[in-house]
C-alpha cells in the first residue's frame, strides 16, 4: 500500500531488464497489441503504486515476478481498446462475469444487473479528458484477474445495497422490522474507564489476525466457515481458535483489570456486568454505516472502491 | 456458541477506521493468499477495523474450485460430464460382475477350505486388529487415488502407461507360494491401484489376486475374509469413486459432508449426543471428536462409524476434544480442552499421555 512509490526505474540493471523482457515474454502482450515500452510502462506504475520510494532493485524484481504477467497484460490491452484482447477477455470471463455476480447477489436477475453494471465499467463508458476509461486499467496483477473482477463486484454490490437502504423510508424500515441502533443500549451503560483500558491493552496485544477472526464472528456474525474460507484454511482451525480466543480474552483482561489496581472480585464484577452474548446484524449495521468516512472518501476517490 | 464478555465488542466496534483501505487488487490477492507476509499483516490489520472490507473480503472468497485458473475447453465427447458420468458407469458395470463371479465360486471355496481355518487365523495379526481393520479398508485408497486419476486426465494416461508393468507385478504376487501373512501381503495389495484403467477395475484386480493367493494357501478362511472383501467393495462402490468426500464441522457441531467440492453439504448422523468440536480427515479415513472425550472414526467415508475410547494409564478420556490430526492412518493425536495431548501409534487402539 505504498503510496509515494518507486519514482523511477531507470537505470535499470541488466538482470532485472532481462527480468521484464522475460515477462513481456510470458504476457503475451505482443499477441494482445501491448508493445513492450507499454507494458515496461505498466510495471513502472505498478512498483510506484506498491513499493516505498527507497526500494532497491530486488525488491522490484520479486514484484514483477509475483504478478500475473498475462491477466495483466491481458486486461490492460483491454483498456487500451484492443479488439484481440476483448476477445480472449470474453471467452474467459463473460460467463464468469454472470456466474460471480449471481454467487454475490443470490439472485438471477439481480446478478444480470450487477454484471451488466461492470461490464459496462470494465469496457469504459466513462471519460476523462475526452478519452474513454475502462475499470480494466486499474488491475495490476497482484491477485488472479478472476478474483479481482470478484472483489469488484463485491465491493460494487455493496455499494448498491446501501444506496439502495438510504432510499428506504423509515416507514418501509419500521415496517420490514429493521432495527436502528443497538449503539444507544450500549452508550446507556457506564463502563469503568480502566475496563476500557484493559480491554483495549489485550485486544491490541492480539494478532491482526485473531481480532479479525474476532469482529468477523461476533461483530459481523459470520459463519465459521466464511470466515475460515476468507482466510483460506479449514473451518475447524477457526473453530478452535474462536474458543481459544473466548477463553483466554476473559482470562487476559481479569490480569489487565489486576495490573490496574482491580481487586480479583471487582475486576470480576466489572466484567460480569454485561457478559451476554454478542448478536449484532450485519445488515442493519451496514446500512446504518452508509455515512462511514472512510468508505465514503473511498467511493469518492474512486467509484467502485478504487481506494488507494 | 463460544461468548465474550460485551466490552470486548464494544471496543472492537470503537476501533477506529484508520488509514486507506486496501485497493481490489490487494483485498483480491489476500483472499488468494498471494500476498507476502508484510502485505498480508497490513492487510487483516485494516480488516480487523472495517467493516466494509470485511464484507468485501468475505464475499470474494469462494470455494478453490470456483477459483481454480479457467480453461478455455472445447465442449464435445471428452467434456468432463460425459468422462464422469461415463467413469461411473462403467464403475458399476464392473463392480457388479464382479460381484457376480463370486457369487458363482463361493461354494466350491467354501468345501475345500473349512479344515484350514484355524491355521489361516493364527496368521492374522493377534491383538493389533488395526492391521486386521487395514485390510478391511485397504480398497479405499485404492478409490482415492483413482479419484485423483479421475480428476486429472495426465494421471490416466500415465497410470494406462504403467498399467501392464503393475498387473505383471500384481499376477506375480498371486502366483507367490506359502503362506500368506497380511504384513507381507500389503506391499502387493498397492500394485493394482496404479493401473485403473476404469475406475473400480484396481479394486478388482486387487480382490481377485487375494482371492487366488488366498485359495492357494489358506481355503476357508480367507474365502470368508472374501465375502467379507467382496461386500467391502460393493458398498465402497456406492460412493462414486472420482469424488473425494469434503469434511466440516457446522458451528453447532455436527459433521458434514460434501461430495461435490463443496457446493452441497449433507449432515452426517454419527452421535447425537456429541457436540463436534474437530476432525481429521485423509482419504477416505475420517475422525471426529468432541464433548466428554467422543472420539469416532470411520474408514470408509463415513458410511460406518466407531467410536474409540481412549484410555492412557488406566484412565479413560472424558475431556471435550478440540483438536484431532492424524499424519496417516495410524498415527495420529488429540488435543483437549484441558491442554493435554492423546497419541496413538496403532490407530487407536492404544494411547500414550505424555
Redesign the interface.
Known sequence: MGKDGVQSVVGLSAGLESVMSDIYQKSRGEEFGLSRGEFDGVLGEIARKYLPADAVQRDLRDLYISLRAEELALARACAAGQERAWEVFLTRYREKLYDIAGYITKESSAGRELADSIYAELYGTTTRDGQRTSKLASYTGRGSLEGWLRTVMAQEHINRYRKQRRLVSLDEETEEGVQFAVAESEAAIAVDPRVEAATDEVLAALPPEDRFVLASYFLDERTLAEIARTLGVHESTISRKVDKLAKSLRKQILAALGRRGMSRRQAHEALEVDVRDLRVNIRSRLAQESGGAAFSKKKAEAPAGEGS | ?????????????A?A?V??????????????????KR?R??V??H??????C??????????VA??A??V?ASPGWTSWPVVRWGAVAACLVVVSAVVTLHHKREPRQMAASIAEVKPATEMLPGPNSAIGKKSASLPLPASNSEAKAGFASKNIASQQKAGPANLEAGNNAAAAPGPVEMADARPSLSQPLSQPEVPGRAKDAFMESQVAQADRTTGGAMAKKRSMLASEVSSDALLPPALIPRW??S?DGTLQRSLDSGRTWETIPVSNQTTF???AANGLDIWVGGSGGALFHSSDAGQRWTQVRPVANGEALTDDI??VEFTDTLHGKLTTSDDESWATADAGQTWQKP
Open positions: 456458541m463460544a461468548e465474550i464478555p460485551k466490552i470486548v465488542g464494544q471496543r472492537l466496534r476501533i477506521e488509514g486507506e483501505h486496501p485497493d481490489s487488487n490487494l483485498l483480491s490477492a489476500f483472499v488468494e493468499r498471494g500476498l507476502g502485505e499483516v497490513q487483516l490489520e480488516l480487523s477495523q472495517c467493516t466494509s470485511r464484507e468485501i473480503a468475505s464475499l470474494s472468497a469462494t470455494e470456483d477459483a485458473p479457467v478455455v466440516t464441522l458451528s468440536r474437530a476432525l478440540i483438536g
